[in-house]
């Protein structure tokens, strides 16, 4: 019987619920401000989001920057619009092929 691979669970700031780690997107602090961490592999300190625009409203709002421990500028927060716009873009594409 072969032994299942341990999968890293993360949470949702947001919506408070657990999934795996890849399924997530995490969002990074660093020296140089509040950046999208693709690769995962960012240093600093980072919080997780689902990529369902719901719970980036939420995030935006006011969870993110606690998670983060931090208040975001101006640049932060374009930087965190524009990726949810992308992937408002997504959902709706995946939306309409099916």
Do not use: N
């Not at 072969?2 to 990074?28: E, G, N, T």
């Not at 693709?38 to 625009?53: F, I, N, V």
């Amino acid at each position: 019987m072969a032994r299942q691979k341990h999968k890293p669970q993360r949470m949702c700031v947001a919506c408070r619920q657990s999934q795996d780690k890849k399924s997530l997107v995490r969002i990074v602090r660093t020296q140089e401000g509040v950046y999208v961490d693709e690769t995962g592999k960012l240093s600093g300190r980072g919080a997780y989001l689902h990529a369902d625009p719901s719970c980036w409203e939420i995030g935006l709002k006011k969870s993110l920057e606690r998670a983060l421990k931090t208040s975001f500028t101006e640049q932060d927060r374009d930087r965190l619009l524009q990726y949810q716009d992308i992937l408002s873009g997504q959902t709706l594409t995946e939306a309409d092929q099916e």
